[in-house]
Structures are given as C-alpha cells and as structure tokens.
C-alpha cells in the first residue's frame, strides 16, 4: 500500500530506545519500528488465522502501522491508552493540519509520545479535556475512539441519528457527546463489533485488536485499504457475502402438535418450524418460522429426525444436514385405551395409525387430519398385521419439549 507512510527508521529506533525505558508503554514501544520487534510476520501466537480480528492486525503489521511484542505476541485483549492510540493514529493517518498544536499541561516536551499527540490534535482527531489537559495514560472507550475517527476525517451522518444509533442494542449508552461521530462512523463502516453485531459497548475500553479494526475500516473508507469480508463490521443493511452456522449449533424447534406417534419400523416425513432466530455473531442465518424438512427414521431401539432441507425467506431452500437425538419413549396401546385422549393433539404415522386401529378395533381413526406420512390410502394394507394383537407399543415423539435438533456439519449460504 503506497498511501500509507511507514516510519523512518532513525526516528523509529529513536522512538524504541526511548519508549523502552519505560514500564507503562509496552504498547507504544511495538508501534514503531518493524526492525526492532521480532513479531513482524504477522503470525502471532496469540492472534491465530481463525481469530475474529486477525484479518484487521495483520495486514496493518505488515504496513508498519501496529506491531506486536518482541515476544511473539500481540496482546489483542490489552487496553490502549489515549498516547498510544494518539501514536496509532502517527503512523496511519496522513492528513495536513487543520490547527495548530496545542501545549497540554500533562504532556511534557520529553514525554514519549509528545509528538504524535501534537500531530493527533492538530489533524483533527484528538482533543483535550478543560483546562488543557490531554491524561494521555487513560485508557479510550471504544466511543471515543469512533468519536476521533469520524470526526477526524470529517465524516457526518447523512440519515437520522436515531434511527441509525437504534441499530444497537445498546444505544441508550452512547454518550450525548459521542452520539453524532458514532452515527457518522457507522454510516460509513468504521464499526466493528464482536462478538455480537448489534452490540456497541461503546463505554468499554477499546482493547488493541478493536483499535485495529476501527483504523483498518477508516483505511478502507480512505480508499487506502482493501475491503475484506467480516460478519463484525457493522453497516446499515449489514449483508455478508458467506454466512456460515458450525457444526453442533442448535436449531429450536417447534410442531403443530404436541406428540407424534410411530410405530419402531417407521420411517415419517416431517417438517419442523424454527422457534427462533439462529445467528452467528449477531447476524441471523436461518431466521424464526423457517421450515426444516426431514423425516423421522428407524434408529436402534428409538427413531431420529434427519432434517434435508431448510426452506427461509422467500420461499428458498437450502441442503441442511442436522439431526436429533435417538427417542425412545414410548407408549402402550392396548384394547381398553381411550383413543380421543391418546389422539390429542397428536400426529399419527400411517403404520401407528394402522396399529391402534387394528388393536382398538375403532376405524374412526383412519382420519387425514391425523395421519402423517403416506396417508390412509396405505392403513387398509397395513391393519391385517396388526389384527390379534392385544396392545402394541408406540414411540412417542413430542417436538416441542426436550427435542434437540444438532447441526451436523456446518451450514453455509453464499
């Protein structure tokens, strides 16, 4: 990337010799020189490949903007100080002055990062608190951060303020000050949220690997970075190009009726409702009211669901591969059962059905209301190998309590 300056080398092994010899600024002292820190490969032992902000850190190490620790490591959940987000800022952001610097009183002209928060104030991004005070240790929430970005590159909400900032679960808990930079930098996508999309934290101190995030998305809206695909970033109408659910999600399920009803050689088609939405990081996958199609299947001494397909919005259907566990709870029918209680809000397999018409004799039963499966056009073939039988055992399946429905590999819409 030709946009981005990196930092000279003498005044980056300046800056190294004098941030190390000081116990508060590990972070600062990674910052500048790529020389100096051994962790330059962008491969750090506590930022793995599958890690959520690995895609923001790495391509910002090699650039020269961020960098880790001579110890091979990042640290991506270490708070960040307003120095060293003021120093971050020095390395990623070019822009001519729009004031002149400012003398804060808690900023010596020795202080370590003196300078990059004299470059911070008078681009715009920074400013100080009343009495000209900078508190350079504090730690930044991550609003402030949002705040700095946004207003340091001028951006302004073009929408409702509201209606923007509604987007976030927690948008009661953006400051006043912080609510028009907030709306503003997610306009133009500079938030990014983990692990959940809809949730700001905006007065939780932002961590490095956040900071990362925040300056990659300012980068990209520059044009001076790459857009990369990420389920975090937020935008108005958030899409993502794979949406992905991993193996062992769990998909709530729910049934017209309270039970179903099968004999242990039965093989039942069904189709359940999703209960409620199933979301990966706060974006929806399958949303609430889809249809899972699959049948009910001979399994051991029980019978298991094996969902097929996933029919959502608008009518499209997706391969799904899920299953349930194996029920085997079961229920007696014998000559002396009362079939309107046992047929209660119950679904009937044709062979269950065929079952307890033959061992009740009672032909009322053989009802399309009733049966699930092939239909009655079936049960007169099947009652005869039930006939003689003084009771039979039925699996007894009740979808809307304590049935469990498991993907079982990793569902994926492009």
């Given at each position: 990337?030709?946009?981005i ?16 010899v000081s116990?508060?600024?590990p ?16 491969q ?5 490949s ?7 850190i ?20 270490a708070p960040?100080?307003r ?8 390395q ?36 100080g608190?009343?009495?000209?005070i900078?508190?350079?240790?504090q ?18 909400s ?21 609510r ?11 938030v ?8 700001l ?5 932002a ?7 925040f ?9 001076q970075l ?50 409620s ?12 009211n ?10 051991g ?7 097929q ?9 997706y391969n799904?591969?899920a ?7 079961t ?11 046992l ?38 073939t099947?009652?005869p ?5 003084n ?24």
């Amino acid at each position: 990337m030709n946009k981005i300056n990196k930092s000279k080398t003498t005044t980056a092994l300046l800056l190294t010799f004098t941030l190390g010899v000081s116990t508060s600024l590990p972070f600062a002292t990674s910052l500048f020189n790529p020389v100096a820190v051994m962790a330059q490969n962008s491969q750090f032992q506590d930022v793995s490949s599958n890690y959520w902000a690995a895609q923001f850190i790495n391509p910002l190490v090699r650039e020269g903007v961020i960098a880790g620790f001579p110890d091979g490591t990042f640290k991506p959940d270490a708070p960040v100080t307003r120095a060293q987000f003021a120093a971050m800022l020095q390395q990623a952001m070019k822009k001519n002055q729009v004031r002149s610097p400012l003398k804060f009183s808690d900023v010596s002209s020795n202080y370590w990062a003196n300078n990059a928060i004299n470059n911070a104030y008078a681009m715009g991004f920074l400013s100080g608190y009343p009495g000209q005070i900078f508190r350079p240790e504090q730690n930044i929430p991550r609003e402030q951060v949002l705040v700095s970005l946004a207003n340091g590159l001028n951006y302004r909400s073009n929408q409702d303020v509201n209606s923007i900032l509604n987007f976030y679960n927690d948008a009661n808990n953006i400051s006043n000050f912080a609510r028009l930079p907030v709306a503003a930098a997610t306009e133009n996508k500079l938030v990014v949220n983990h692990p959940t999309l809809q949730q700001l934290n905006p007065v939780n101190n932002a961590t490095r690997a956040e900071v990362a995030a925040f300056i990659y998305q300012a980068l990209v809206s520059q044009g001076q970075l790459q857009a990369i695909n990420s389920n975090y970033i937020v935008g108005l109408t958030p899409t993502v190009n794979e949406s992905r659910l991993a193996d062992g999600t769990n998909i709530p399920v729910k049934y017209e009726e309270q039970k179903i009803l099968l004999t242990k050689d039965e093989t039942v088609p069904l189709t359940l409702i999703v209960a409620s939405d199933v979301a990966n990081n706060g974006v929806v996958i399958i949303p609430r009211n889809s249809k899972i199609i699959g049948e009910l299947r001979p399994s051991g001494k029980g019978t298991r669901f094996f969902a097929q397909k996933v029919q959502v919005a608008k009518g499209k259907t997706y391969n799904l591969s899920a299953s349930s566990q194996v029920i085997t709870k079961t229920e007696t029918i014998s000559k002396g059962t009362n079939f309107n209680n046992l047929l209660k809000n119950a679904a009937l397999g044709t062979a269950a059905a065929a079952a307890i018409s033959a061992v009740t004799g009672d032909k009322a039963i053989a009802t399309e209301e009733l049966l699930i499966g092939t239909g009655a056009g079936l049960l007169a073939t099947l009652i005869p190998q039930f006939l003689g039988l003084n009771k039979v055992d039925l699996l007894v399946v009740q979808p809307n309590s304590n049935f469990n429905v498991i993907l079982d590999k990793d569902f994926v819409i492009n």
